[in-house]
């Protein structure tokens, strides 16, 4: 697989760790425990300003090229330009009830844990469709030309601010969690 698409591979492992320990977080009232919400609202603050913000762009001038260089594939691309603004609507959505139960705006837990869940879902249902139809179908597709393309293309990228070389002071917390999770 192109060094490209690995870089968004890995992207998708970090984010499945992160979804793994939000995950965790809301099932704790089933054992007796309680929800860390300012762990999760961390989570979903990275996911806000990484995910959506840099990895869907990274993803869309990809997608863009396929689209160019392969119209009968526009319908697809269209697809997955939907999917990246739904998983951006979803995590600010998210992020709205987690701090409206941090503020004790909303004290209905269910809630909470259900549009949490709802947000976790199409987070993985779409991470499983990348890597199970779409980066094979690119890797398949295209040349070193498109390659050369998207690289020229690329924008500003910013570094991965919990994941990266450096985890930034706002996420280390959450990186502390996912070490001590095992994640
Ligand atoms: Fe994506
Ligand atoms: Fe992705």
Do not use: C
Not at 104 to 122: C, H, R
Not at 139 to 144: A, G, M, R, T, V
Request: aromatic share 6%; no cysteine.
């Amino acid at each position: 697989m192109h060094e490209v698409l690995q870089a968004l591979h890995a992207d998708h492992v970090n984010l499945s760790r992160l979804l793994t320990l939000v995950q965790r977080e809301l099932r704790k009232p089933e054992q007796g425990g309680d929800t860390d919400y300012a762990t999760i609202l961390d989570a979903l603050d990275y996911i806000e300003n990484y995910a959506d913000k840099v990895h869907h762009v990274r993803e869309n001038e990809i997608y863009a090229r396929l689209e160019q260089k392969f119209p009968d594939r526009a319908e697809l691309v269209d697809e997955l330009r939907t999917e990246h603004r739904r998983l951006g609507e979803s995590t600010l959505h998210a992020t709205q009830l987690l701090s409206n139960a941090l503020n004790d705006v909303v004290l209905d837990k269910q809630t909470v844990a259900a549009g949490v869940t709802d947000f976790i879902g199409i987070q993985l249902q779409h991470i499983g469709r990348e890597e199970r139809e779409v980066f094979p179908l690119i890797d398949s597709l295209f040349e070193p030309a498109d390659w050369q393309h998207v690289i020229a293309q690329a924008a500003q990228h910013a570094e991965d601010p919990l994941f990266g070389a450096q985890t930034r002071d706002r996420y280390r917390t959450l990186y502390a969690s996912l070490s001590a999770a095992g994640e």
